[in-house]
């Protein structure tokens, strides 16, 4: 089992910045590549980025490249979706996820989620 606790959301206008943070803990934490995913009002929970468990490697959805940086530090079993220019379409509850495979499914393993919300 990976238990994940997400923390940095809250209220911010357009164009601020927020970071959030996924501590997880449980199974060691660098076997695991980590997600981050956002669900909207309404919407079906959606990629956001990823990075593989060493952090050599990231993959960022379309609407957020060069503007969100994901990151991770293995000694602090953390990973961190650094977030500016933030605009009011990514109001969303947004969710960290762990997966023993660096893939573009989600794995098994989420947190309660943070909410994120832009103002405009």
């Known amino acids: 089992q990976v238990q994940l606790v997400e923390s940095g959301g809250g209220l911010v206008q357009a164009g601020g910045s927020l970071r959030l943070s996924c501590a997880a803990s449980?199974?060691?934490?660098?076997?695991?590549?980590m997600g981050w995913f956002r669900q909207a009002p309404g919407k079906e929970r959606a990629f956001v980025a990823r990075?593989?468990?060493?952090?050599?490697?990231?993959d960022y959805a379309d609407s957020v490249k060069g503007r969100f940086t994901i990151s991770r530090d293995n000694a602090k079993n953390t990973v961190y979706l650094q977030m500016n220019s933030l605009k009011p379409e990514d109001t969303a509850v947004y969710y960290c996820n762990a997966d023993p495979d660096y893939s573009s499914s989600p794995g098994h393993y989420w947190g309660q989620g943070t909410q994120v919300t832009v103002s405009s």
């Open positions: 990075i593989n468990q060493g952090g050599g490697s990231t």
């Open positions: 449980g199974r060691i934490f660098r076997w695991y590549a």
